[in-house]
């Protein structure tokens, strides 16, 4: 078996790398003191393809492979871990919209969020099961077209500042069969946040508990939106 990279991986982590040296490295230790969310070199990695990287092509994204995805991380986080593993939170939550999302969801969110105008979170975690994550307790309840929350979100990255949170939900049975995930916008009614937890280093991104307290509905009081299906999330 050959392990070595292909040119073209070669060639993107040069491009990372490159970016990450000039774009990030003089920055971070600015950034990391005065706890700042460095959107706008969040966006200009965003306009190299870094925000998509394994979203398909024909909705925005670089359309490579979670091997491609690694080489690039791996030069951004030289730079800045926590900014780094941000975005990789954010191609996470992007690519779970492409995977699992209807077109509408596609057509809605995945435009701003290749751009990064939105951020997006990855919301599993919870105080009572950390790491077990098929023992998660978050609760979301069918009513009519929409869906009652009922839970907390512990460690969430980019929690109070994204716009999108991708929620881990039990819709079913306990242990790992019974979740689904969900989208929920920020605005969305009974969402709140914990406060900014102290961290010893990680201060590029916030990182806060998620709150959805008989959050009424699933999808922002101002949309006229359908509906958003829980896409089934194999394993999780
Ligand atoms: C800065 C930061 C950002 C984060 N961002 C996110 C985010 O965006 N989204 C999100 O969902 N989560 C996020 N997390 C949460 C992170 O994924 C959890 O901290 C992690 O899942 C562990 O959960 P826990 O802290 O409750 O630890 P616990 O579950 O209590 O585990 C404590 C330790 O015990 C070990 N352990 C647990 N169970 C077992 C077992 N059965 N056998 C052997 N060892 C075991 C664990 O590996 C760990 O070392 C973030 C955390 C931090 C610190």
Redesign the pocket.
């Known amino acids: 078996m050959d392990f070595d990279l292909s040119d073209e991986q070669l060639a993107f982590a040069e491009t990372a790398r490159q970016f990450a040296r000039e774009e990030w490295l003089p920055h971070a230790p600015g950034w990391d003191e005065r706890e700042e969310f460095p959107e706008d070199a969040l966006r200009q990695a965003a306009a190299l393809g870094f925000a998509g990287i394994y979203v398909r092509e024909q909705f925005g994204g670089s359309g490579l492979t979670r091997l491609d995805a690694t080489i690039i991380f791996e030069e951004l986080a030289s730079a800045c871990v926590s900014t780094a593993a941000y975005l990789s ?1 954010h191609n996470m939550a992007a690519w779970m919209i492409d995977r699992f999302g209807n077109d509408a969801q596609r057509a809605r969110f995945l435009p701003k969020l290749m751009t990064m105008e939105h951020f997006a ?5 919870e105080p009572g099961s ?3 994550a098929a023992a998660l307790a978050t609760r979301a309840r069918r009513a009519g077209d929409d869906y009652v929350l009922n839970g907390s ?5 980019g929690g109070g500042r994204s716009n999108l949170y991708l929620t881990m939900v039990r819709t079913g049975e306990t242990g790992p069969k019974g979740i689904s995930c969900l989208v929920v916008e920020n605005g969305t009614p009974g969402l709140s946040f914990g406060k900014k937890e102290r ?1 010893l280093g ?1 201060n590029t991104q916030p ?1 806060a508990m998620v709150n959805f307290a008989a959050s009424p509905t699933s999808r922002p009081s101002n949309s006229s939106s359908p509906t958003w299906r829980p896409s089934s999330m194999p394993g999780a």
């Open positions: 939170i979170s990855y919301c599993l975690t950390g790491s077990d979100k512990a460690f969430i990255s961290k990680w990182t």
